[in-house]
């Protein structure tokens, strides 16, 4: 069971920025990532619809054999984690907007998050947020557009940084020193986030942390692959 794949999947290409960390950090695993691009973004769809698709893929996945699954969107995550794990035995790692580590280490107590609009309206965001962020002033903004046009090929450009330069404006009007990005898509955005943001503003990614977690989970389950897998299949 050890050398079986892990099994990844996102409504796009967002969750590459996820499995990119986790074929880094564990270079022996196999790991299978599917877009699921029909049903994109998920931001869009029912929560029911979100949780079914949920469902399908972890299916799909039983069916190759993985030990794991990494519920690579925020969307996913938030929305249907919690149904996965009661209706499978199988462990699920999930994406969070990472509050945590910015609430930790902001100086200004203001912390700004881009996130889609169903990450943003979700139980699971907000009681994140009263968890590890009690006296933290939280702002939020949807980012509206930005998977379909990351889906696009769409990642920098004048129109790409006059938007995002509309929805950071509130967060640094506040003070804020941290922006979590609370998508897996929007990392592909950091290098255009980086010319308008002031240095000061530290931009926080939980994929590297997400990683970490699935390594975790695989050495407490004794899982880990015993020698070096064919790799990364992409669907």
């Known amino acids: 069971m050890d050398n079986a794949p892990i099994g990844i999947f996102d409504s796009g290409i967002g969750g590459l920025s996820v499995l990119n960390e986790i074929a880094s950090l564990l270079p022996n695993e196999n790991l299978i990532y599917v877009s699921d691009n029909a049903h994109a973004p998920y931001g869009a769809l029912s929560v029911k619809e979100i949780q079914e698709r949920s469902r399908i893929l972890t299916q799909w996945f039983l069916e190759q054999n993985c030990k794991i699954v990494v519920v690579a969107c925020n969307t996913a995550t938030t929305n249907a984690i919690s149904l996965l794990r009661n209706t499978f035995e199988i462990p699920f790692v999930g994406i969070e907007p990472a509050i945590k580590p910015a609430a930790i280490h902001t100086k200004t107590g203001v912390v700004g998050v881009l996130a889609t609009k169903g990450t943003l309206a979700s139980d699971l965001f907000h009681q994140t947020v009263k968890t590890y962020a009690g006296g933290i002033d939280i702002i939020e903004q949807e980012g509206k557009n930005l998977v379909t046009m990351i889906e696009s090929g769409v990642t920098d450009g004048e129109t790409m940084e006059y938007l995002l ?67 990364i299949t992409l669907f």
């Open 165 to 231: 330069h509309e929805y950071v404006k509130p967060m640094l009007d506040a003070k804020a020193d941290h922006l979590v990005l609370g998508c897996t898509h929007y990392p592909f955005l950091i290098p255009c986030l980086q010319k308008i943001l002031p240095n000061e503003v530290t931009i926080v990614d939980c994929s590297p942390a997400v990683a970490k977690q699935v390594g975790r989970i695989l050495e407490k389950n004794q899982l880990e692959a015993s020698k070096a897998q064919k790799g």
